[in-house]
């Protein structure tokens, strides 16, 4: 083995090393990943019932009218 394939093998490890580093922190972010979606959806589901609301209050009012 010259030394070329030796800095070849060394650079294959050193990038297998490095996938598999992403892929742990890929499955360690996976449920935080969740948790923040959820609580993304939270506010806007809070938005979403507080213009439901109002679209209604304005209808009791134009109906009142």
């Keep these: 083995m010259n030394q070329y394939q030796n800095i070849g093998n060394w650079r294959r490890r050193g990038y297998d090393r490095y996938e598999a580093t992403t892929e742990t922190v890929?499955?360690?972010?996976?449920?935080?990943?969740?948790?923040?979606?959820?609580?993304?959806?939270?506010?806007?589901?809070?938005?979403v019932v507080a213009v439901r609301l109002k679209l209604r209050d304005v209808a009791i009012e134009r109906d009142g009218d």
């Design 26 to 47: 890929a499955n360690r972010r996976h449920v935080p990943q969740t948790t923040t979606s959820l609580f993304l959806l939270l506010p806007l589901s809070v938005v």
